[in-house]
């Protein structure tokens, strides 16, 4: 009697092994596809970009940090603190060459230009030729941040997506009041 139990178990045992193991290689397999990279972005406070605009030779650098809650801040300028927060060059001539201006938005309009990144290539993989080509003197950009709780950071040349940031900059500069207006 106990044998017959024992073999009806191992019966009955023996498929829902080989099924758990079939699942469990089927799921590891796909862990080895990849990500599917982001494509929608949810509203969310706890998105954010710090994005270092390095223009082209000659220009000083811009960096503007985009907080998921409407909070803009950026900052101008030939002092080392514009692209490092911490920077050690204090010694450096241009230390006090910064300007620092903190804009507040709908957070349903940074949530668009976080979406509006992400539709221009912000999470894709950059065309390793392309970034290879673009020579020194070619306006940049370093970004790092999170979206959807994924971490970016990667440096951006592609025209599309650099011209935005680009168009970006002068539309949050025209939301700035005239500098003889500020008390």
Known sequence: MQSILM?????????????????TIGCGCSIFKGKKPLSM??????NWLEITYLPGAEQPPVQFSLMGSGFVRIRRGNSPLVANDFTQDVTNIQWGDIQTDQINVQPADLHLIFQSLVDRGLMREPDKAFVASASRGVPTAHINGTLNYEHVKR?????????????????????????????
């Open 155 to 183: 440096v951006a040349v592609e025209p599309e997506l650099i011209g935005f940031i680009r168009d970006l900059l002068k539309l949050f500069d025209e939301r700035q009041p005239a500098a003889d207006a500020r008390p």
């Open 41 to 46: 972005v949810t509203a969310s406070q706890l």
């Open 7 to 23: 073999r009806t178990k191992l019966a009955f045992a023996r498929p829902c092994l080989v099924a758990l193991a079939l699942l």
